[in-house]
């Protein structure tokens, strides 16, 4: 029930003649903590609770046969690097044909001009052969799906969920499929800015200051007379889809949101970032999706990310000088890996309400629904990010107002619940 407020203004009550009330001796009620004991430590340590609060966290990956993801993601390093340096009617025949562009990452080979090339690997029939891809990609499938599914395990414990809740979304995704299903691979080389045209630089040096030259510096990454490229965004800010992802770089580009210092954090920076032969080392960060989220009741907050890519540095050697395609400075390299909840497998919430998730609000409800209609959900109020630009921004103006719409429809939900 409503009630009009009462007529005229308030009293003028001075600062002096207010009452005072000391404080509650009890913190305000929060939700119980994600169970201590929720660490792993083996295949890498990782700290439960910090990837529960920011939605990600660094691997420490070792370049040795003993990690458990390093061989198998640096030999399909090699391999799509590789591929990216065939002819483009070669790479074509890995582009199926989509009637609606904005699909056009989903699966098989896309290139955005000036932007990235991208290989979206879901079945085996569609991966690439040539450079042992397709038997590489099988390998670094089984690994990474591995890790991710011991981390599942370890969350369902952490949030006291019965063993095998979150599991059994998986479904048989744990290999690299022979038809097409939720969970994917991306292999993408991005293209590094190149130097702006500026005024030639007059060298005060020379018999006649008059007079301009082009310098090149071998120890630059850029000629002279050209300005200073600038890093630029090349996958806007965003939440990932599914449960797990992990991302392996092999130059810093990657950044995540921290919530903690409320600034974005280059995860992807490393003391020694280049071996003794000058070939990038490998780092691996894992990250949390909204399927995850919302299973968790936002316990598991979506780890929010963007990518950038760098100007090249006179630290690596020119592509011509190397056999190895990885160690041109022109391109910056990424491996992703997403493991999503297979689009059949139908849910409930309340399956996945513990007392450390916590009831959930009535908004967020969802009673035996499948997986593909909770990504229709997610979905209608997010965005590409590795489509044209074009499409990419047409779709965020309506990713924008479908979320005010659904603000508004929670917001009365909400309401009519508490009346």
């Not at 904005?102 to 290139?111: F, L, N, R, T």
């Not at 990885?326 to 497998?345: G, Q, T």
Request: hydrophobic letters at 30%; a negative charge; charged letters at 25%.
């Amino acid at each position: 029930m409503q009630y009009a407020p009462p007529p005229g203004p308030p009293p003028d009550i001075n600062e002096s003649q207010q009452t005072q009330y000391a404080p509650p001796p009890y913190p305000p009620p929060q939700k119980p903590l994600i169970h201590s004991k929720s660490r792993i430590n083996e295949p890498y340590p990782i700290d439960l609770e910090l990837l529960a609060h920011q939605g990600w966290v660094s691997l420490p990956m070792i370049d040795s046969d003993l990690d458990l993801l390093y061989p198998t993601f640096s030999a399909l390093f090699n391999s799509s690097a590789e591929f990216f340096t065939l002819p483009e009617e070669v790479k074509e025949k890995y582009r199926p044909q989509f009637k609606d562009k904005s699909h056009a990452s989903e699966e098989g080979y896309s290139h955005i001009p000036g932007e990235k090339c991208l290989v979206t690997l879901r079945k085996v029939k569609m991966t690439p052969t040539e450079f042992e891809l397709r038997e590489r990609a099988e390998k670094a499938w089984k690994a990474g799906a591995a890790l991710m599914h011991t981390v599942l395990l370890a969350i369902e414990d952490s949030l006291g969920m019965q063993r095998g809740t979150l599991e059994r979304t998986v479904g048989p995704q744990m290999e690299l499929p022979e038809q097409t299903h939720a969970s994917l691979m991306r292999m993408f080389r991005y293209e590094r800015p190149l130097p702006h045209e500026g005024a030639l630089r007059t060298d005060s040096d020379t018999p006649d200051a008059n007079n301009t030259q082009e310098v090149a510096s071998k120890d630059a990454p850029f000629p002279d007379n050209t300005s200073a490229p600038e890093s630029r965004i090349v996958s806007e800010a965003h939440r990932d889809l599914g449960l797990l992802t992990i991302v392996i770089g092999h130059t810093p580009g990657l950044e995540c949101w921290s919530p903690e210092v409320g600034r974005w954090i280059a995860c992807e920076e490393i003391p020694q970032p280049y071996d003794e032969n000058g070939k990038p080392r490998l780092t691996a960060t894992l990250l949390t999706g909204q399927t995850l989220s919302r299973f968790t009741n936002n316990r598991y907050s979506s780890g929010r990310h963007r990518v950038l890519v760098h100007p090249m540095t006179p630290h690596t050697s020119s592509a011509s000088e190397n056999d190895n395609p990885l160690i041109d400075p022109s391109y910056r390299f990424s491996l992703v890996h997403a493991l999503r909840a297979h689009y059949p497998v139908k849910v409930s919430s309340s399956e996945f309400t513990t007392s450390v998730t916590g009831h959930y609000p009535p908004p967020l409800r969802f009673a035996d629904v499948s997986i593909r209609e909770i990504y229709t959900a997610i979905t209608n109020s997010h965005w590409n990010v590795n489509i044209d630009p074009e499409i990419r921004r047409k779709q965020q103006e309506d990713a924008k107002e479908r979320s005010r719409q659904l603000v508004e429809q929670q917001a009365q939900a909400l309401s009519a619940h508490s009346a």
